[in-house]
């Protein structure tokens, strides 16, 4: 259960809370295609379209880490679920019932043309992230279910912690498309950027890669990379070494963004310029044998494939 400190948080911050641990908040880039036709990054590399994604959480106030450069509210009182889960399907139904709650006042709006609006209305994607750790909440695999029964491609994003879930997932419901999120190519630097609040956390996250190699799905592993922390070159042997256990499909190397709380914990000049991340993560491809597929600059983002792999860029995921 939401603790009432934390709800009164994340309600002034336009989340729609669900049950007792699960939220839906529409994303920026959702707004920004209804009214400017301006998709997200993940539309550019992967073909998802923006005003139809749900971006949701089952795990809204549980994490296994306070990480430096996270933006959203940590107020996350549990590492582990003490009550009973809420029911899979009552979360998406909520969930879409949440988006669509959320969505109404852009109906009738005269930015937005009125077939992009009932599109958006009957979402077909889902990014199950937003905050907390979603690899946390017992029944993700059930959950994956429950979304792909009704339509729903899937993004799975985790910080890796829960190795556990992850091989749940292969075994029973593997997601459209798996991401793990990495900040850190050894564990002194995991400790210091990640602050786990976990014990043997970076074992873990090492197992949760080595698990990854084994999945059907779409792999991908997002680098985040903090001036000043984790972006020296020194670093490249070290993540290409660790990245190479999960056999990535596709790796983004994106900025940290100087943005929402992390910045009671970093500094602006810790944000890289887009030039400074497409030298690094050119670096990263050589090292891995990897090539620059595309990128973003408007966010900062830089996208690594195997050659092999690049046909698989700007897929629409319903057509694989």
Not at 81 to 95: L, N, Q
Not at 125 to 153: D, K, N
Not at 219 to 232: D, E, P, S, Y
């Amino acid at each position: 259960m939401v603790v009432p400190q934390l709800e009164s948080i994340l309600r002034r911050q336009g989340y729609y809370l669900i049950g007792n641990h699960s939220a839906v908040k529409v994303c920026y880039w959702t707004k920004e295609m209804l009214v400017n036709r301006r998709p997200c990054y993940k539309s550019t590399f992967y073909g998802i379209r923006s005003h139809r994604c749900i971006q949701m959480t089952p795990a809204v106030d549980h994490c296994t880490f306070s990480c430096l450069h996270c933006w959203r509210f940590q107020g996350f009182t549990n590492v582990s679920f003490e009550e009973d889960p809420d029911d899979p399907d009552f979360i998406v139904e909520e969930s879409i019932k949440g988006q669509r709650a959320l969505l109404s006042g852009y109906k009738g709006d005269p930015r937005v043309p009125k077939e992009l609006f009932e599109e958006a209305y009957n979402p077909g994607h889902v990014a199950i992230s937003l905050t907390g750790e979603p690899t946390l909440y017992p029944r993700l695999p059930e959950l994956v279910r429950a979304y792909h029964r009704r339509g729903f491609t899937t993004f799975v994003v985790t910080n890796g912690s829960v190795p556990e879930t992850i091989e749940r997932l292969i075994n029973e419901e593997e997601p459209t498309q798996l991401y793990i999120s990495i900040t850190a190519p050894n564990e002194e630097l995991h400790r210091k950027i990640n602050v786990p609040r976990i014990k043997d956390s970076w074992s873990r996250v090492n197992r949760s890669l080595e698990l990854m190699s084994t999945m059907k799905a779409r792999r991908t592993i997002r680098v985040t990379v903090i001036k000043g922390l984790n972006m020296n070159d020194k670093y490249i042997e070290e993540y290409a070494k660790l990245l190479e256990k999960a056999d990535p499909d596709f790796i983004e190397v994106k900025a940290y963004m100087y943005m929402g709380y992390s910045r009671y914990r970093l500094k602006p000049e810790n944000s890289p310029k887009h030039f400074e991340v497409k030298e690094f993560a050119s670096k990263l491809a050589n090292a891995m044998e990897y090539i620059v597929a595309s990128e973003r600059e408007d966010s900062r983002v830089v996208l690594l494939t195997k050659p092999e792999r690049e046909r698989r860029v700007n897929r629409f995921l319903e057509l694989e």
